[in-house]
């Protein structure tokens, strides 16, 4: 019998269209789920006639793969994934890969590339975004972990991701260990931006404009035409138009409580742990936390007070506004994506080619935009750009932007409507470019109550002072250090 060329594990949406999508490139595939009644189900149902092979033990699915055999786990990331492992481990052997497909935090991928290496095995932690169509059709795929895999599965990888318009495919090697995992928790800290900069256009339109559901469809369907063209924008667009069974705006009748699975916190905790400033992806992350609070903001709504939501603005107007500040605030959030990968390489030695993922994210994935072939071109450019702001095309944006970015968090602040992502876009943007920030003061402060000192100008960099500023504390200093 003819050997599988890869095997999956996990037969939820998105491992069954990944599996359709291997075959209908030409690969066969065997399949296994812990509950096995989905296997059969999937064989004799939507894979049957093709070269879908379906396997009721874990042996009997390692025995169909063709050495070196290659394990893909579509499970759920945390434990299953850690439990796969080990029941794998003595079924393979030497220089067979295993690899996860799922949602899995970077630094677990880390050690389960170290660990898996130390069996004689190869691991690869891929991300894979589109959801299930993308999946079906072609994802943005993202691997990175055992260099020595990549070989292996490249073909297969790049056969079955989406294409850009010169056929490239979106998916290239990330980097070592926990590489490729980071890489896709950064596309999902950006896909929370973009998601909570598009809601926060719609609340000003909707509440601040008194615009309809069909309105705002006309706008979107506008915006999705320019600049702003991209996957997130056009949804948004078919979301305002769909009606219910009523004829009514569907959008309109959904509870405004917002879920998430975490990749947004994780992205954010990272930002902190590598002192990069992601404002607007921390806004965004906060954001969901704040309307999952339903039962208490309805309860303030009657309680606190604040000005009349109206927008005292022409609406052709302010619309064209909103869309500047929608894009300048756009490659706010791109510009911290980059400097948080940027980061994240030097501390863990990953050789990250920037210009390269954002075209692994041009197509397949939730963030798919035009804009994307802009970021490309910005690092082809100058490849140690050390902010996306910095670039010519994009500093040219926002300076046609910015009189419509500040018009609109200023209307959004006057009106009492919330903007966070937006505002903490402009006020990044703001501090980014003052040359003096009042920092100077919080580290006086700081050797005032801590005597954490400081360093002056007037003094080479890495020297440090301290000053008895009440006269009764003495010489001694605390430690220097910085966060």
Known sequence: MKKSDIGL??????????????????????????STDKVKNFVEGRAAGRNIIGAYSLEEFVGQLDKPRKVMLMVKAGKPVDDFIETLIPLLDA??????????????TARRTAYVESKGLLYIGTGVSGGEEGALKGPSIMPGGSAGAWRYVKPIFQAIAAKVEDGSPCCEWVGQGGAGHFVKMVHNGIEYGDMQLICEAYQLMRDGLGMTANEMHEVFKEWNEGELDSYLIEIT???????DENGKPLV????????????????????????????????????????????E?????????????VIEYDRKEFIQYLRHALFASKIVSYAQGYQLMRAAAKTYGWDLNYGEIAMMWRGGCIIRSVFLGSI?????????????????????????AQDGWRKVCAAALTAGLPAPAMCAALGYYDGYRRAKLP??????QRDYFGAHTYERLDAPRGEFFHTNWTGEGGGTASTSYNV
Not at 297 to 309: N, T
């Open 9 to 34: 594990i996990g037969l939820a949406v998105m491992g069954e269209n990944l599996v359709m999508n291997m075959e209908s490139h030409g690969y066969t595939v065997s399949v296994f789920n812990r």
């Open 95 to 108: 220089g067979d890969i295993i690899i996860d497909g799922g949602n899995s935090h970077f630094p677990d």
């Open 237 to 243: 667009r078919d979301i305002l138009a769909y009606k």
């Open 252 to 295: 309109d009748s959904i509870l405004d409580t917002a879920g998430q699975k975490g990749t947004g916190k994780w992205t954010a905790i990272a930002a902190l742990d590598e002192g990069i400033a992601l404002t607007l992806i921390g806004e965004a992350v906060f954001s969901r936390c704040l309307s999952a609070a339903n039962d």
């Open 297 to 309: 903001r309805v309860a303030a709504s009657g309680i606190l007070s604040g000005p009349k939501p």
């Open 376 to 400: 490309k071109r910005a690092f082809d450019k100058k490849p140690e750009l050390a902010n996306l702001l910095l670039d010519d095309y994009f500093k040219n944006i926002i300076d046609n």
């Open 439 to 444: 920092a100077n003061l919080l580290q006086a």
